[in-house]
């Protein structure tokens, strides 16, 4: 079903409040993504696996996402479609072919051309007549409303008698449109009723000589109203305002205040600003556990945008958002051993809608593409741990098809995207870009792209099985890294060799894992601690120690559970059930190889086709197999796929 209609109008409020309705009545529940912060119709399928906490482990992420949807009965929605109709449309068909227990709610300006396509017209509040009795005015949505409204900025309100017309000629002007309702309560916390009604008459005596000329009445009263706030503002928060419509995503005051200063807005009073803003509707403040991040509503960012191309504003406006961004991306790396290592993931998870607008902005200039694919670059590990790959690569390949002559950028980008490559099992892809990466770095002298294009190598001959040659490339790669200096590079060289090492030699694997987590643990970088702690463990089990190992992957999924690492929980409960089997639990094993099942199924991976340790895996699952007999096998392991993550959490983590 589609709700549709004019912006403002409440659709995004009808679908959250319908899903919040009827999540009890899907057994898998409801989800609602919103995309008005995306843009780029490719990223579409990743963003919505993303957001279901589908890891996209292989370079299709629609079939991942039809795979983990298929048996789920849950209601998706879909708000804000209009700007990607074509995508949409292809996406919502695509699921529903594969996925026939889905059903999917969808909001947009405009329909999405679909056979089966429901559409239900979202209509305006219902607004009185000025002559009826106050008592009936009052009973009026939009009359409700907006008193509900102004109650809030004017503390104590209560709609009188002598009011109640006031207000109905007012709902009557604004049509009924929640969003203009919002706008004009706004504004009653420093202005008179009555002075509000007469700039409002104003406003809309303009409208009505050109009624007819501008589209449906619907779209005339909603654009008149946001005009009618914006005069209303004064000259620098109008300013604001348009600077403001660039971020996707909301923004947080410092960087308001970064990006947003000069040309009639000094720093200091950035915050000022912003507050009269948020008392105007035009920007709405969240609470986060972090601070306050502020956001537009998309009608509103819309109607700044044009605000901003007519402004004269926008070059110098657009070289400070990509100056910030690429800044922010160099500075909060996640592959950086430091302390704020789980703050930097966060920020740039919480960053991500600004940084594609970054992204865009970048690579629409050819002299500023190197700096665009430096960003995304740079964003490596993030792309990893945030289980984005297929976004990441597809940023990588365009900046690689911009940036064609050698540079710095160009090198850091084809060892990246390799990197990218081989954890999506496109090994030939990823062999291609390092060849040209460690030509180009021969050339160039480059030694930090030829440490991290060996360190690639070597994981390429792990993948091959040729465990003798990854570790020594493993070993000059991390010669490299030590002679640079690159400490964080160092711990990283270390996880790969220890995790791809083990069964070949226990021993030296368990030493190099120990070392990272030691160095985890004296630079304090919390999630590299998750995954050293994790590979101590492994090491632990296959030297005969399962007691150890059953510790260090208990601690290890404490923290990856903190990021929602479902790679990372998905090989911690692997290497538990082995566990579990070596003691002789084999239900279990069992049960816990299907929780495991479940997490690599809605990543579109296996431990056949991703994991380095298909021996262990094949093991176990044939000794609980034979122990428990085929029926009763299954039945554990089935049990264990249906407990879903909140559940199988607390069985797994018993001793």
Same mark, same amino acid.
């Given at each position: ?41 490719? /990223? ?77 017209? +979202? ?29 809030? +900025?004017?503390?104590?309100? =209560? ?143 819309? @109607? ?29 790396? +996640? ?25 865009? /902005? ?35 390949? &365009? ?12 090198? =850091? ?9 081989? @954890? ?111 590979? +101590? ?71 056949? =086709? ?36 909140? &559940? ?8």
């Amino acid at each position: 079903m589609t709700l549709t209609g004019a912006g403002g109008v409440g659709k995004t409020r009808l679908a959250m409040r319908v899903a919040e309705a009827l999540r009890p009545a899907y057994d898998d529940g409801a989800e609602i993504i919103e995309l008005s912060s995306l843009e780029d119709p490719e /990223l579409l399928a990743p963003t919505v696996a993303s957001a279901l906490g589908v890891r996209d482990a292989g370079p299709s992420p629609m079939s991942v996402l039809i795979d983990y949807l298929a048996e789920r009965r849950m209601l998706l929605v879909l708000d804000n479609c209009e700007h990607l109709l074509d995508a949409c449309a292809k996406l919502v068909d695509g699921l529903l072919r594969g996925a026939g227990r889905l059903r999917v709610l969808v909001t947009s300006r405009q329909t999405l051309g679909l056979a089966g396509e429901q559409v239900f017209v +979202v209509p305006s509040l219902s607004v009185p007549d000025p002559a009826a009795a106050p008592r009936d005015i009052t009973r009026s949505e939009s009359v409700r409303m907006l008193a509900d409204r102004v109650a809030r +900025v004017r503390p104590g309100f =209560t709609l009188d008698r002598t009011d109640a017309r006031v207000f109905a000629r007012l709902c009557r002007r604004l049509g009924g449109i929640p969003l203009a309702i919002e706008l004009a309560a706004g504004r009653l916390a420093s202005m008179p009723l009555e002075e509000l009604e007469r700039r409002l008459d104003e406003r809309f005596e303009i409208l009505d000589a050109g009624a007819g000329i501008g589209g449906p009445p619907r779209h005339q009263t909603m654009r008149a109203a946001v005009d009618w706030s914006f005069d209303l503002c004064t000259r620098a928060e109008r300013r604001l305002w348009w600077r403001l419509s660039m971020f996707a995503g909301g923004v947080e005051v410092d960087t308001a205040e970064e990006v947003c200063q000069g040309d009639g807005i000094e720093r200091e009073d950035v915050f000022e600003l912003l507050a009269g803003l948020v008392d105007k509707s035009i920007m709405v403040a969240d609470q986060q556990d972090d601070g306050v991040r502020y956001h537009m509503l998309d009608s509103i960012r819309s @109607y700044g945008r044009e605000k901003l191309a007519d402004s004269g504003e926008e070059e110098a406006l657009r070289r400070r958002f990509c100056e910030h961004y690429r800044s922010l991306a160099a500075e909060r790396r +996640v592959d950086r051993l430091v302390p704020e290592q789980l703050a930097h993931y966060r920020l740039l998870a919480a960053e991500l809608p600004n940084i594609r607008v970054a992204l865009e /902005l970048s690579y629409s200039r050819p002299e500023e593409a190197a700096g665009g694919l430096d960003m995304v670059s740079a964003m490596w590990g993030y792309w990893i741990l945030a289980g984005s790959m297929t976004e990441g690569r597809h940023w990588l390949q &365009r900046g690689l098809e911009l940036v064609p002559a050698d540079s710095r950028a160009r090198r =850091t980008g084809l060892w990246a995207s390799a990197t990218l490559a081989l @954890y999506q099992g496109d090994r030939a892809e990823a062999e291609g870009m390092l060849e040209d990466a460690q030509r180009l770095a021969r050339e160039a002298g480059d030694d930090e792209t030829r440490a991290f294009a060996t360190q690639v190598s070597a994981m390429v001959a792990f993948s091959e099985g040729d465990a003798r040659s990854g570790m020594a490339l493993m070993e000059k790669a991390r010669a490299g890294h030590v002679d640079r200096g690159d400490l964080s590079a160092l711990g990283i060289n270390l996880y790969y060799d220890a995790s791809f090492s083990v069964e070949e030699d226990p021993e030296r694997a368990g030493e190099l894992a120990q070392e990272f987590l030691t160095l985890c643990e004296k630079r304090r970088a919390e999630p590299s601690r998750g995954y050293a702690l994790f590979v +101590v463990g492994v090491a632990a089990w296959h030297q005969g120690h399962p007691d150890r190992a059953e510790a260090m992957l208990k601690e290890a999924m404490a923290i990856r559970r903190t990021i929602n690492d479902r790679w990372g929980l998905a090989e911690c409960v692997e290497v538990l059930a082995w566990i579990a089997g070596w003691y002789g639990r084999y239900e279990r094993a069992a049960r816990m190889l299907g929780v495991a099942n479940a997490l690599w199924q809605a990543m579109g991976a296996s431990p056949a =086709t991703y994991w380095p340790h298909i021996r262990d895996h094949e093991n176990c699952v044939a000794r609980a197999r034979e122990a428990l007999g085929r029926r009763a096998y299954t039945a554990a392991f089935r049990g264990g796929e249906r407990l879903g993550l909140d &559940r199988a959490m607390p069985y797994v983590l018993e001793r």
